[in-house]
T-cell receptor, first 114, second 110 residues
Framework: GAVVSQHPSRVICKSGTSVKIECRSL??????MFWYRQFPKQSLMLMATSNEGSKATYEQGVEKDKFLINHASLTLSTLTVTSAHPEDSSFYICSAPDLYNEQFFGPGTRLTVL | LAKTTQPISMDSYEGQEVNITCSHNNIATNDYITWYQQFPSQGPRFIIQ???TKVTNEVASLFIPADRKSSTLSLPRVSLSDTAVYYCLPAGSGYNKLIFGAGTRLAVHP
């Protein structure tokens, strides 16, 4: 099946700094990608839909100025957590649908904010 | 989007068959039912998808009754490595976003 990668796999940062997470579709193009956040022992929560060439669509309650999304190309979407705080510590996962609309998930990025 | 209800957790033993049922009373006509598996600190992995009746692949079987208001994921002869969280999601055609429910935490014991 198709492969979606994320980088970095884990990151530790100081409170107040910004962190960028990359999501790449390795062998297919994705005009749409999705970003999720998952806290321990909880389900995935959809944060936003990343659209190539246009603005991202954010779910209710997700601050667009805090979680900046850029879909720079048909294979790359980035999520930047700005001015991160300890409560932003979480597992961030992206997904991308292929040509047949089967969704493939990245391996996730563990963010720890000190 | 259709809301799903699954058991929060299930326990089983190696070699047993496990059936996880998901109810989705308000599933849309054009929605398929997809099941994902997630291990700790990993992204979800696609297991199986179906629209109606029965679908089988090398990993699992999926049973969907005629009214499509529920579905049952069947894992034959589970092993310890099947310990994971299992999610059922109705998903339509097109690049639809997936909304995850709480999922079912399956624990397989020796």
């Amino acid at each position: 099946g198709a492969v979606v990668s994320q980088h970095p796999s884990r990151v530790i940062c100081k409170s107040g700094t910004s962190v960028k997470i990359e999501c790449r579709s390795l062998d297919f193009q994705a005009t749409t990608m999705f970003w999720y956040r998952q806290f321990p022992k909880q389900s995935l929560m959809l944060m936003a839909t990343s659209n190539e060439g246009s603005k991202a669509t954010y779910e209710q309650g997700v601050e667009k100025d805090k979680f900046l999304i850029n879909h720079a190309s048909l294979t790359l979407s980035t999520l930047t957590v700005t001015s991160a705080h300890p409560e932003d510590s979480s597992f961030y996962i992206c997904s991308a649908p292929d040509l047949y609309n089967e969704q493939f998930f990245g391996p996730g990025t563990r963010l720890t904010v000190l | 989007l259709a809301k799903t209800t699954q058991p929060i957790s299930m326990d089983s033993y190696e070699g047993q068959e496990v059936n996880i049922t998901c109810s989705h009373n308000n599933i849309a006509t054009n929605d398929y039912i997809t099941w994902y598996q997630q291990f700790p600190s990993q992204g979800p992995r696609f297991i199986i998808q179906g629209y109606k009746t029965k679908v089988t692949n090398e990993v699992a079987s999926l049973f969907i009754p005629a009214d499509r208001k529920s579905s049952t994921l069947s894992l034959p002869r589970v092993s310890l490595s099947d310990t994971a969280v299992y999610y059922c999601l109705p998903a339509g055609s097109g690049y639809n976003k997936l909304i995850f429910g709480a999922g079912t935490r399956l624990a397989v014991h020796p």
